[in-house]
């Protein structure tokens, strides 16, 4: 099984990560997360980033994925590709090949959990603190959701502190989730 947190930077994805990660494993869920890979980029990122740097966070993504599924039950994704395509398109435009390649990807997560904006982003020394910047990519993530009619749960805007309960319910109710409980 494969989950994903998406959308833009600083709103919470890492933080319900590691929760649910740790939810998961004390219920004898063999689990691994697969961390966001931009601070790992080479190349310029945010505001100033390019196609060379969105395609090589993009691949290893992907790549992390791969490696993550192989050895775990369950594969907990800080991103999906779908939101790192989002800053590739903000910057660089729609790109038809990778595209098709998204959609593609995108068929292999069972479970993807919108997490909305709520208050500023807070400044991490990495990721662009610019409103506008982080509002436009999350409003891409939206129009890229529905105009690809992505099943996803979008998690509850302005209440944070329910968020985990209402991951927690959705994953640990899966069949395919409590089958490996069992």
């Not at 903000?90 to 709520?118: H, N, Q």
């Not at 996803?152 to 409590?178: C, S, T, Y």
């Amino acid at each position: 099984m494969k989950l994903a947190f998406i959308g833009t930077h600083g709103v919470g994805k890492t933080t319900l990560c590691y929760d649910l990660a740790a939810v998961l494993k004390r219920q004898g869920v063999d689990v691994d997360i697969v961390k966001e890979v931009a601070r790992l980029s080479p190349l310029p990122i945010n505001r100033q980033t390019s196609l060379d740097a969105q395609t090589w966070i993009l691949a290893t993504q992907v790549a992390e994925e791969i490696r993550s599924a192989s050895r775990h039950q369950v594969v907990v994704c800080d991103r999906s590709v779908l939101d790192n395509y989002a800053y590739l398109a903000l910057a660089c435009g729609r790109k038809r090949a990778i595209e098709r390649f998204v959609d593609y990807w995108m068929r292999t997560y069972d479970l993807l959990f919108k997490v909305p904006v709520s208050g500023a982003v807070a400044a991490d020394g990495v990721r662009d603190t610019d409103e506008l910047f982080v509002r436009s990519i999350d409003r891409l993530v939206d129009e890229l959701l529905e105009e690809k009619h992505l099943a996803f749960e979008r998690l509850p805007e302005g209440r944070r502190d329910e968020w985990m309960a209402h991951v927690k319910a959705l994953v640990l109710h899966r069949p395919d989730v409590v089958s490996r409980l069992m």
